[in-house]
């Protein structure tokens, strides 16, 4: 069985010392063992910190986190657990899909002020924004130019 320091977790989630211990006092992280007077964790628990990681970063709360793992730990209403995983992944690809929207809003603001540049390097006018409409940025629309 594999151990890992505590730093060595804490490093590996960029996490503060202090955020572990406060995940084992409410629960997140159970039974770590200690060498002497230093926490070990286990595979076990790393896996745990992997899930919590992903949870967190996506806008789980901690105590849908908390949810989530009592059931892992002691079962319950598993009908409450798919809800709850549900209702996160839905806010999820609701935040993707704005997230691609600003990408493309940022894709045609770099492509004006690169074209910008380039105008100027030439001696030429300066482009017009009226000529970058935001349907040409998109993941699609690119797609669709760099196969033809």
């Not at 069985?1 to 409410?26: H, N």
């Not at 076990?44 to 899930?51: E, F, G, K, N, V």
């Not at 986190?65 to 009908?79: H, R, S």
Request: proline letters at 3%; a negative charge.
């Amino acid at each position: 069985m594999s151990f890992y320091s505590m730093q060595t977790i804490a490093t590996k989630y960029d996490l503060a010392p202090s955020t572990l211990r406060y995940y084992e006092q409410i629960g997140l992280l159970r039974h770590v063992p200690r060498q002497s007077t230093h926490r070990v964790y286990t595979q076990a628990h790393d896996d745990r910190l992997a899930a919590i990681t992903c949870f967190k970063q996506t806008g789980m709360s901690l105590d849908e986190i908390k949810a989530f793992f009592q059931y892992e730990d002691e079962g319950g209403d598993l009908d409450a657990v798919v809800a709850l995983l549900e209702s996160h992944e839905a806010n999820l690809e609701a935040h993707i899909a704005e997230l691609k929207q600003n990408q493309v809003h940022i894709r045609r603001k770099v492509q004006f002020y690169r074209d910008i540049a380039a105008a100027a390097a030439a001696g030429k006018p300066a482009p017009d924004w009226a000529n970058y409409p935001l349907s040409n940025f998109t993941d699609e629309a690119l797609a669709h130019r760099h196969s033809n």
